[in-house]
């Protein structure tokens, strides 16, 4: 479960190689080329690079100081890069593969491996060079670890690979801290949870809307959006949240050599990598902006990445509820705060309220006492903070058990929109809230009307449940179960079937009386109708 890294220092021929390459005089940056070149030249597929020559003085250079680069990056590149057989003498560094976090079941586990910010630059250097090769057990997606890509090729980006190559003029003006950066794999062995989330009675955490970057919030833990391989496309150029973070967080790619693909109960979490630049825009407009303005004080936050389910209907069935909701609580283990916004709603197009309240369970039953949410364009959360307001006061159990009754009917077929429209009514009021624990106010209830033409109960509706009947009487008009399941008999409301059986049937049917059954949350029902045909 756990592979090994192979450096080129632990080759003699590779290394003399190395050692030749970067140890000849570069006169101008154009020169930086031939090195890349030279180092391709091995690969099974070689090829040329020509970005140091073409670049710097060009429009595509931006605002990014190539001559700083000359003086003060390249020279730190190479004197890292030599550094190797030195900086791991002695050191074997891992790759943690699919599911090496999988060890006590039942348990939430954790593998981790420390780095020094020299060590970070040595392996960040070699991947720019092209130097260090994907070892040759490791899958091709499993290994994007290949910096040297942004600068030759196909996938050519000057705009990411200037803002990469800061990295080193930050560096190279300021020194490396002696400092650690820490990468811990996180996750459970399939199967049961090591929490519960029906019937939890732990509250529900603080939640304050704000805007601006996650990356300079205050916040121990920031969330990173994250594709199933870490890093996703920084290597090729593109420009979503989660490239962005890695650009400006350089230190945060050397999980892509370590960290394999993560599998549904896994997260990746990273301490210590620091932000090195700015940048403007997102996506393919995105440009380097400079040096980085310290704007978060202190060490910088965990960045913990999570990949989300995909978008649409099969999000809103229990399992995928729970895939994402384990996998966020993995991540938020331990976090006093968490900086996080919309999860898997680009690309992957999940709801964003759906999204929050997943997170909003997660957070709350990790213990973490703040979530600051982050909404970057100020459209997308408005129902997020009267959501709060209306449900705040549930437990991490009576809230999941109430985005069961939401969603259990939508899912077969699937149906989104009527999601959506019944969490903006949640917002406004339209539709109840669970009441306060000991209330004896109506629980939510997703129903139909009853129609007037239905065959109404002998008895008076009761305080058990709005539309319900004592089932201690018999119903005037009495249908077998089989006489249920195969229609609906003329005069009976179909969202009601079990109400039109006999008191011994429905014992016999439903193992317990009526009277006991509806004091089950609503998402039950459902299920408990559906399991005998009568829903």
């Known amino acids: 479960m756990i592979g090994h890294l192979v450096l080129p220092s632990e080759n003699t021929e590779q290394w003399a190689l190395v050692e030749q390459v970067l140890q000849q005089p570069l006169m101008c940056l154009a020169d930086l080329d031939s090195v890349l070149t030279k180092f391709s030249s091995t690969d099974s597929q070689p090829k040329v690079c020509t970005f140091f020559k073409t670049v710097p003085g060009s429009p595509d250079a931006g605002l990014f100081d190539f001559d700083l680069f000359f003086e003060k990056g390249l020279p730190l590149m190479i004197e890292v890069a030599l550094q190797m057989p030195t900086l791991f003498a002695g050191v074997q560094v891992p790759i943690y593969k699919m599911r090496s976090s999988w060890t006590v079941p039942s348990t939430l586990n954790k593998c981790s491996f420390s780095l020094t910010r020299r060590q970070c630059a040595c392996l960040l250097a070699h991947s720019f060079f092209g130097s260090l090769k994907r070892p040759a057990d490791v899958q091709p997606n499993d290994f994007r670890f290949t910096l040297v890509d942004l600068f030759m090729g196909t996938a050519v980006s000057p705009n990411s690979a200037t803002t990469f190559l800061n990295y080193f003029n930050m560096l190279g003006k300021h020194g490396i801290p002696e400092e650690l950066v820490i990468f811990e794999r996180r996750g459970y062995r399939k199967g049961p949870s090591p929490w519960r989330?029906?019937?939890?009675?732990?509250?529900?955490?603080?939640?304050?809307?704000?805007?601006?970057?996650?990356?300079?919030?205050?916040?121990?833990?920031?969330?990173?959006?994250?594709?199933?391989?870490?890093?996703?496309?920084?290597?090729?150029?593109?420009?979503?949240?989660?490239?962005?973070?890695?650009?400006?967080?350089?230190?945060?790619?050397?999980?892509?050599?370590?960290?394999?693909?993560?599998?549904?109960?896994?997260?990746?979490?990273?301490?210590?990598?620091?932000?090195?630049?700015?940048?403007?825009?997102?996506?393919?407009?995105?440009?380097?902006?400079?040096?980085?303005?310290?704007?978060?004080?202190?060490?910088?936050?965990?960045?913990?990445?999570?990949?989300?389910?995909?978008?649409?209907?099969?999000?809103?069935?229990?399992?995928?509820?729970?895939?994402?909701?384990?996998?966020?609580?993995?991540?938020?283990?331990?976090?006093?705060?968490?900086?996080?916004?919309?999860?898997?709603?680009?690309?992957?197009?999940?709801?964003?309220?759906?999204?929050?309240?997943?997170?909003?369970?997660?957070?709350?039953?990790?213990?973490?006492?703040?979530?600051?949410?982050?909404?970057?364009?100020?459209?997308?959360?408005?129902?997020?903070?009267?959501?709060?307001?209306?449900?705040?006061?549930?437990?991490?159990?009576?809230?999941?058990?109430?985005?069961?009754?939401?969603?259990?009917?939508?899912?077969?077929?699937?149906?989104?929109?009527?999601?959506?429209?019944?969490?903006?009514?949640?917002?406004?009021?339209?539709?109840?809230?669970?009441?306060?624990?000991?209330?004896?106010?109506?629980?939510?209830?997703?129903?139909?009307?009853?129609?007037?033409?239905?065959?109404?109960?002998?008895?008076?509706?009761?305080?058990?449940?709005?539309?319900?009947?004592?089932?201690?009487?018999?119903?005037?008009v009495v249908f077998s179960l089989k006489e249920l399941q195969s229609g609906t008999p003329e005069g009976v409301d179909g969202s009601r079937k079990e109400e039109y059986l006999s008191c011994s049937e429905f014992k016999e049917v439903f193992g317990i009386p009526f009277s006991e059954f509806t004091k089950l949350p609503n998402w039950k029902k459902v299920a408990e109708k559906k399991r005998v045909s009568l829903f």
């Not at 301490?271 to 393919?284: E, F, H, M, P, V």
């Not at 149906?415 to 306060?436: Q, Y």
Request: proline share 5%; with cysteine; hydrophobic share 40%.
């Open 197 to 476: 989330w029906e019937n939890n009675d732990k509250p529900l955490c603080d939640v304050s809307i704000v805007t601006g970057n996650i990356d300079d919030s205050s916040a121990d833990l920031h969330v990173e959006f994250s594709n199933a391989f870490i890093g996703g496309g920084v290597m090729t150029g593109d420009a979503a949240m989660e490239e962005l973070l890695f650009l400006v967080k350089p230190e945060l790619m050397v999980a892509m050599a370590i960290e394999n693909r993560m599998v549904d109960e896994e997260a990746i979490c990273v301490s210590g990598a620091r932000t090195y630049s700015l940048i403007d825009g997102y996506g393919q407009s995105f440009k380097f902006a400079g040096d980085y303005d310290n704007k978060r004080p202190g060490s910088p936050g965990t960045v913990c990445a999570i990949d989300a389910i995909r978008g649409g209907g099969p999000a809103t069935t229990e399992p995928a509820l729970l895939r994402d909701m384990n996998k966020a609580r993995i991540a938020f283990d331990g976090a006093t705060e968490v900086a996080t916004g919309h999860w898997g709603c680009g690309a992957f197009g999940n709801n964003h309220d759906l999204m929050f309240l997943k997170q909003w369970l997660a957070a709350s039953e990790a213990g973490v006492s703040k979530i600051y949410y982050h909404d970057f364009n100020n459209k997308q959360s408005h129902h997020i903070l009267p959501l709060v307001r209306k449900l705040k006061h549930l437990t991490v159990g009576r809230l999941w058990g109430f985005i069961q009754e939401l969603t259990i009917d939508l899912r077969n077929p699937v149906n989104m929109p009527a999601f959506c429209a019944r969490i903006a009514n949640v917002a406004v009021g339209k539709l109840k809230s669970p009441p306060v624990e000991g209330s004896h106010a109506a629980s939510t209830v997703v129903t139909q009307t009853t129609p007037s033409n239905t065959i109404q109960p002998a008895v008076e509706k009761t305080s058990l449940e709005e539309g319900s009947i004592d089932k201690e009487n018999e119903p005037e």
